[in-house]
């Protein structure tokens, strides 16, 4: 029978608990990166407009607001589970909005928040992708801000339809 050192490491030479050790991490391992993931993704869900970056980044950022946000969480609230979860979202926002802020130098809020990033890691790439597809993404947004527009004017003049239907009633 084997002996388990006390940090949970098998002893030396006992191959078949290695073994399990080293599945037992490798498993750790990718249900972090996977919740880091989940995080990274609401993170950048939460904050309006697009984030085109790769998955090592959402990722990342999903690690790293887990571990700063939960550690703050954690100390501020007795380790209270829902709080360490809501610190870490909220950690992971702040980061994608540092992101989009210092780094695609775009606003926060606003119409212009919509607007495609110029600059940002894998930005280019992606918009290369759109091109040879045959998609201005700065054109996407200037369309819809103009469809807005007319929207809004359009509902507050009356259009010669909706003066014809009122004469009829």
Do not use: C
């Amino acid at each position: 029978m084997s002996q388990v050192a006390t940090a949970g490491r098998p002893e030396t030479g006992d191959l078949m608990a290695s073994i399990i050790y080293a599945e037992r991490m490798l498993g750790t391992v990718i249900l972090i990166m996977i919740s880091a993931f989940v995080t990274g993704a609401l993170a950048r869900l939460a904050v309006p407009g697009p984030d085109p970056m790769p998955i090592w980044l959402t990722v990342s950022i999903g690690l790293v607001g887990s571990v700063v946000g939960g550690a703050i969480a954690a100390v501020a609230s007795g380790r209270n589970p829902f709080a360490v979860e809501i610190g870490a979202l909220l950690a992971a926002i702040l980061l994608v909005v540092a992101y989009r802020k210092l780094v695609q130098k775009r606003p926060v809020l606003g119409p212009e928040a919509l607007r495609f990033p110029r600059r940002g890691v894998g930005v280019q790439e992606y918009r290369q992708r759109l091109d040879r597809a045959g998609v201005d993404p700065d054109a996407l947004l200037d369309r819809a801000l103009a469809a807005d527009r007319h929207a809004r004017d359009g509902k507050r003049e009356d259009s010669p339809e909706d003066t014809e239907d009122k004469k009829q009633e």
